[in-house]
């Protein structure tokens, strides 16, 4: 089985502060894929990051980062100087090389909202 | 280019119409999906589409048919659906099984 967990379900920050959202997954396969997706108000869901099991190196990319350790089994997304702009709901998801093949499990989102 | 498409955006049926959602990919994307999404929730997988076939069906209703007419396009026919149908219905594509799905900006759908 696999399965994701975003504890945060809400969070409320002022602009120009930093942000951590949670992800922590489980599953049995060896070769895995994360992602992590923004759903702004409009509804579409945003690609951000897909990192594959075998590479552990973090990655910036802006005001975005992210830091994935296997160890814990987190995959856990920073945003850095928030912007009212970065409003929307955060979706981190896995899919197994193996279990449950051509679907994504979803974690249930966490709602950012960045308060000028 | 990683644009999804998908129309209508909004949709208002009543619960004896027939109607349908489209979703289209110019990215050689051999997988595809539909997914339903419900205020405040994940995204919930409806089918899947590999190389024009269909290859999971999640037990949706039989009030929606998907089809896959080529391997760019993706629809939805939409038969005597419910008011707790109503939902943004959401296409996404990707590349393999495991490749990174993308999606389109969703057709909200009211069942009235």
């Known amino acids: 089985a696999q399965k994701v967990t975003q504890a945060q379900t809400e969070i409320s920050v002022v602009e120009k502060e930093d942000v951590t959202l949670d992800c922590v997954y489980e599953?049995?396969?060896?070769?895995?894929?994360l992602f992590w997706y923004k759903q702004p108000p409009s509804g579409e869901l945003v690609f951000l990051i897909r990192?594959?099991?075998?590479?552990?190196q973090n990655e910036i990319s802006g005001r975005y980062s992210w830091n994935f350790q296997k160890s814990t089994s987190s995959f856990n997304f920073t945003i850095t100087a928030s912007q009212v702009v970065d409003s929307a709901v955060y979706f981190c998801?896995?899919?197994?090389?193996?279990?449950?093949?051509?679907?994504?499990?979803f974690g249930d989102g966490t709602t950012l909202t960045v308060k000028p | 280019d990683t644009e999804v498409t998908q129309t209508p955006k909004h949709l208002v049926m009543g619960m004896t119409n027939k109607k349908s959602l489209k979703c289209e990919q110019h990215?050689?994307?051999?997988?595809m999906y539909w997914y339903k999404q419900k205020a405040k929730k994940p995204p919930e997988l409806m089918f899947v589409?590999?190389?024009?076939?269909?290859?999971i069906n999640e037990s949706v209703p039989s009030r929606f048919s998907p089809e896959c007419p080529n391997s760019s396009l993706l629809n939805l026919h939409l038969h005597a659906l419910q008011p707790e149908d109503s939902a943004l219905y959401l296409c996404?594509?990707?590349?393999?099984?495991?490749?990174?799905?993308?999606f389109g900006p969703g057709t909200r759908l009211l069942v009235l």
């Open positions: 996404a594509s990707s590349q393999g099984r495991v490749g990174t799905q993308y």
């Open positions: 599953t049995r396969d060896t070769t895995y894929y």
């Open positions: 990192r594959n099991s075998f590479d552990e």
């Open positions: 998801a896995l899919r197994g090389e193996n279990t449950n093949a051509g679907k994504s499990t």
């Open positions: 990215m050689g994307h051999r997988a």
């Open positions: 589409y590999s190389y024009e076939k269909l290859s």
